[in-house]
């Protein structure tokens, strides 16, 4: 049995931030690489950041490198998206999943379970 729930999504002003979090029902959370991705109404889903199962190899999409941070806890079993200069453009659902292998990939297909997701929505 395995469930992701996302939270800490919201309503924040352009250049504001927020913090989100992926609670992970998963026994041996420590042996998944996690990752983020996101998708907009009429968007096809497209992928934010990842993190290997270690916490010290992370991939960020170009869009958002030097603004947002995957991290996680494996202690808490949690996976965090830190998001700040937050833009309009980056207004979507965002959702995290956990893969079955020591490193991390871009590709959602490659993943075997994922949250239900967060809204973000940032205002101008």
């Known amino acids: 049995q395995v469930h992701l729930g996302e939270s800490g999504g919201g309503l924040v002003q352009a250049g504001g931030s927020l913090r989100l979090s992926c609670a992970a029902s998963?026994?041996?959370?420590?042996?998944?690489?996690m990752g983020w991705f996101r998708q907009a109404p009429g968007k096809e889903r497209e992928f934010v950041a990842a993190?290997?199962?270690?916490?010290?190899?992370?991939d960020y999409a170009d869009s958002v490198k030097g603004r947002f941070t995957i991290s996680r806890d494996n202690a808490k079993n949690t996976v965090y998206l830190q998001m700040n200069s937050l833009k309009p453009e980056d207004t979507a659902v965002y959702s995290c999943a956990a893969r079955r292998a020591s490193l991390s990939t871009t590709t959602f297909r490659t993943y075997d379970y994922w949250g239900q997701g967060t809204q973000v929505t940032v205002s101008s």
């Open positions: 993190i290997g199962r270690s916490g010290e190899s992370t």
């Open positions: 998963i026994r041996t959370f420590s042996s998944y690489a």
